[in-house]
């Protein structure tokens, strides 16, 4: 029971936190100071009608900081109206079932220990000064129907927030692999450079500086795809904006790479109508398996890649003609290809070739994505 009492005693406030004041705020505000003068002019049961209408007064423009500060807020307005005037209550005084609302809606923990022992001791106090049991009943039911307004809310607001954080989890998550499959596109690059810019060296200096002019190039496009990841990656950061790559761009996979494999790219059927999220997610699947290729791959002298968009989504088949190094279970790239095909509604597979060699085919289908 104890553990209980402190578990609620230091929850903490809602989330998400309060949002700024509003235009209700103040047309709340305006009604109900309207109202109060009306009444303070009309009612003959009151003792005291002025002085009922300049407390109410006084105490209303709590409603303006109820989020901020709720306890504060509604102790103010249940002392004054309350305790100080308790035979000349105003019907509009109910305003304060505003505050109880908010207490529960937006306050942390201790505030709501609080708060509930002041509003069972007001209802006891009322009780006590001749308030009858109907009275004590119904003050009851009105309370808790606010208490439990302002809880179901407060329950409903943070669901949906975890469900956005959830959603920007999984998106960082979706980015950090497309890190991973660039970053180690580059580095491959350069270390295959590298490699052949040392052989290079001792007979042509002219290719040993080519080597280091594609380090240098392939070096600056890594680290400015880390920095614009990374910053996705922060809480609260924007990436730079830059285009999505596209089927087209899997074409400038081809070439000859150091060491005298040979990467061949068609792409076909591309009318430019593929999805974004469709066409990025192809040529990650694409650079990757090229990348697997060569740095997993044994005595590899070809990697051909075939690309077919057509009505209904986009096939993809990598191959490549070297031994498989072997490797009691898949990779992180392979891993996180077959996951990305699935997050699209697609299908990713990678295994040896009947015929020898490597083979990656994927299937991503355009149903269901707008351009």
């Given amino acids: 029971m104890t553990g209980l009492w402190r578990s609620a005693w230091s929850a903490p406030s809602a989330v998400p936190p309060p949002p700024r004041r509003v235009w209700r ?19 003959t049961d009151l003792q005291q009608p002025l002085l009922a209408v300049i407390a109410l007064l006084a105490v209303l423009p709590t ?9 504060v807020m509604l102790v103010v307005a249940m002392v004054v109206l309350g305790l100080l005037l308790p035979d000349s209550t105003l019907y509009t005084s109910l305003f304060v079932m505003v505050l109880v609302y908010a207490l529960f809606r937006w306050g942390a923990g201790r505030d709501l220990v609080i708060g509930s022992a ?3 001791a007001s209802l006891g106090l009322t009780f006590v000064r001749g308030g009858g049991l109907e009275d004590l009943i119904g003050g009851f039911a009105l309370l808790l129907t606010m208490v439990l307004l302002g809880i ?21 998550e979706h980015l950090a692999r497309d890190l991973h499959d660039t970053v180690a596109h580059h580095v491959s690059a350069i270390a295959i450079r590298a490699q052949a810019g040392l052989a290079m060296a001792p007979r042509d200096l002219r290719a040993a500086e080519d080597a280091l002019g594609v380090i240098e190039a392939e070096a600056a496009k890594t680290l400015s795809e880390l920095r614009s990841m990374v910053r ?18 899997i074409e400038q996979l081809a070439g000859t790479r ?25 040529f990650r699947l694409a650079q990757e398996s090229v990348t697997n290729a060569l740095r997993h791959g044994r005595q590899v002298t070809r990697v051909d890649v ?35 095909a699935a997050l699209l509604g697609g299908t990713c597979r990678a295994g040896p070739a009947p015929g020898g060699g490597w083979v990656v085919t994927a299937v991503l289908p355009r149903v269901g994505w707008t351009p």
């Avoid at 409603?63 to 306890?71: M, S």
Wanted: charged fraction near 20%.
């Fill in 118 to 120: 002041l509003l069972i």
């Fill in 306 to 340: 075939r690309v077919e968009a057509d009505a209904g989504g986009v096939r993809v088949h990598v191959t490549n003609d070297g031994d498989v190094a072997a490797s009691p279970t898949p990779g992180f790239g392979i891993i996180g290809m077959m996951e990305r």
């Fill in 152 to 172: 179901a809310f407060r329950y409903r607001a943070g669901s949906r927030q975890r469900t956005l954080d959830g959603i920007r989890m999984r998106e960082r």
């Fill in 25 to 43: 705020d103040w047309a709340l505000l305006a009604v109900v100071a309207g109202l109060a003068v009306v009444e303070g002019l009309f009612r």
């Fill in 258 to 282: 150091p060491g005298g494999v040979t990467v061949a790219a068609t792409v076909t059927g591309d009318d430019g109508s593929i999805p974004s999220p469709v066409a990025a997610a192809v």
């Fill in 232 to 249: 996705v990656l922060r809480q609260g950061d924007t990436a730079e904006l830059a285009p999505s790559p596209q089927l087209a761009d």
């Fill in 63 to 71: 409603v303006l900081w109820r989020r901020a500060r709720p306890l």
